[in-house]
T-cell receptor, first 112, second 116 residues
Framework: AQSVAQPEDQVNVAEGNPLTVKCTYS??????LFWYVQYPNRGLQFLLK??????LVKGSYGFEAEFNKSQTSFHLKKPSALVSDSALYFC??????????FGKGTRLHILP | NAGVTQTPKFQVLKTGQSMTLQCAQD?????MSWYRQDPGMGLRLIHY???????DQGEVPNGYNVSRSTTEDFPLRLLSAAPSQTSVYFC???????????????FGQGTRLTVV
């Protein structure tokens, strides 16, 4: 079965600094990977996805993610963090045509 | 487009009561799913559907029933609520896309359920 792991429960970054939220995956076959963000008391919002092609994927709100096949990783990055980026971030992977499997989430705190 | 709409937003139940969480989408998506979100557990799949009349169990199906009579609606039924079902419930929908695997899911705003 497909799975993703987010090794950090929480990440703290100073405003203006680059941020990275880590994700590793385990799949059989080609990986179809996603990042979502959840703001307080809200549903999940799609940020970006890797299907095939370029290893650097650009998404919403200035976020990007780097796909690394040899390290089975799909880390979320942003060059300069904003306080408004503080939220809960989920990495996810498609498991067949009908299911998406989520990691446990990483809480990102951007310190002013 | 309203996207994925969940009702109610909040609900308090007594142990043993039953209720239905409603989910509707207006994007003509074939795939719909129910997840529960608990602290430190991420999102866990309860039930999912690949089209009207077709449903299947996810990771944590016990205590929940679903049906899919139309493309638009995918209600989740709690048969006899238990405190362990206190959680935030999310409904999601997606579409096959090219090749079937490259599409993201769209989520509702969630239902916060407390069972006392």
């Amino acid at each position: 079965a497909q799975s993703v792991a987010q090794p950090e429960d929480q990440v703290n970054v100073a405003e203006g600094n680059p941020l990275t939220v880590k994700c590793t995956y385990s799949v059989s076959g080609n990986p179809y990977l996603f990042w979502y963000v959840q703001y307080p008391n809200r549903g999940l919002q799609f940020l970006l996805k890797y299907i095939t092609g370029d290893n650097l994927v650009k998404g919403s709100y200035g976020f990007e993610a780097e796909f690394n096949k040899s390290q089975t990783s799909f880390h979320l990055k942003k060059p300069s963090a904003l306080v408004s980026d503080s939220a809960l971030y989920f990495c996810a992977v498609r498991d067949g045509y009908d299911k998406i499997i989520f990691g446990k989430g990483t809480r990102l705190h951007i310190l002013p | 487009n309203a996207g994925v709409t969940q009702t109610p937003k909040f609900q308090v139940l007594k142990t043993g009561q039953s209720m239905t969480l409603q989910c509707a989408q207006d994007m003509n998506h074939e795939y719909m799913s129910w997840y529960r979100q608990d602290p430190g557990m991420g999102l866990r799949l309860i039930h999912y559907s690949v089209g009207a009349g077709i449903t299947d169990q996810g990771e944590v199906p016990n205590g929940y029933n679903v049906s899919r009579s139309t493309t638009e609606d995918f209600p989740l039924r709690l048969l006899s609520a238990a405190p362990s079902q206190t959680s935030v419930y999310f409904c999601a929908s997606s579409y096959p896309g090219t090749g079937g695997l490259n599409t993201e899911a769209f989520f509702g705003q969630g239902t916060r359920l407390t069972v006392v």
